[in-house]
């Protein structure tokens, strides 16, 4: 009898000892996990912060974009209207190379400071497509500086 109950306590002293080391392995399986959880989140919060400062960047950037590109229409459109009205002419300065066998007569002499060689004046049609041209090539201009301020703000 006695080996009996010597057998049942040591079962119980050793249940007992291993219900501990569960106990306790149970518990640093939670802190890990709490503390995997912390850092997760810690992580997402900083992840957050950065996509929310890109946005913003992003977005300064496209109200940049969009205020270069109104003011260069502006200006085109101003460009456009004095031309419209003769109130500018746009004119271009005429090679002085005899041998390139090329004589455009130069038109009068506008009342203004005018340096350099012969000009002629450029009929407003022809100026109104070459401001045209322009304005194409300037919004394109613009378009790209913003394309690479968006790479450059995403890249980073």
Same mark, same amino acid.
């Given at each position: ?15 007992? !000892? ?5 106990? *306790? %392995? ?8 709490? %503390?995997?959880?912390? /850092? ?15 946005? %913003?960047?992003?977005? &300064?950037? *496209? %109200?940049?974009?969009? =205020?270069?590109?109104? +003011?260069?229409?502006?200006?085109? +459109? =101003?460009?456009? #209207?004095?031309?419209?009205?003769? +109130?500018? !002419? ?6 002085? #190379? $005899? ?5 455009? $007569? ?17 009929? $407003?049609?022809?100026?109104?497509? /070459?401001?045209? /041209?322009? +304005?194409?090539?300037? !919004?394109?201009? /613009? ?7 968006? &790479? !450059?703000?995403?890249?980073?």
């Amino acid at each position: 009898m006695l080996v009996l109950i010597g057998a049942g306590s040591t079962w119980q002293l050793q249940g007992w !000892r291993y219900g501990k080391q569960l106990a *306790e %392995q149970a518990r640093l399986q939670a802190e890990t996990l709490n %503390q995997l959880t912390l /850092i997760a989140a810690t992580a997402q919060l900083a992840e957050q912060d950065k996509r929310l400062a890109l946005e %913003q960047r992003l977005s &300064v950037s *496209e %109200q940049t974009h969009y =205020r270069k590109l109104s +003011d260069a229409q502006k200006d085109q +459109d =101003r460009l456009r #209207d004095r031309l419209a009205t003769s +109130d500018l !002419r746009l004119s271009v300065l005429l090679s002085e #190379d $005899p041998a390139s066998g090329c004589s455009v $007569p130069a038109g009068t002499e506008a009342s203004g400071v005018v340096h350099g060689g012969a000009r002629a004046q450029l009929d $407003p049609a022809h100026a109104q497509r /070459i401001v045209a /041209i322009t +304005d194409e090539g300037d !919004r394109g201009l /613009i378009a790209l500086a913003a394309c690479q301020a968006y &790479v !450059r703000g995403v890249s980073h």
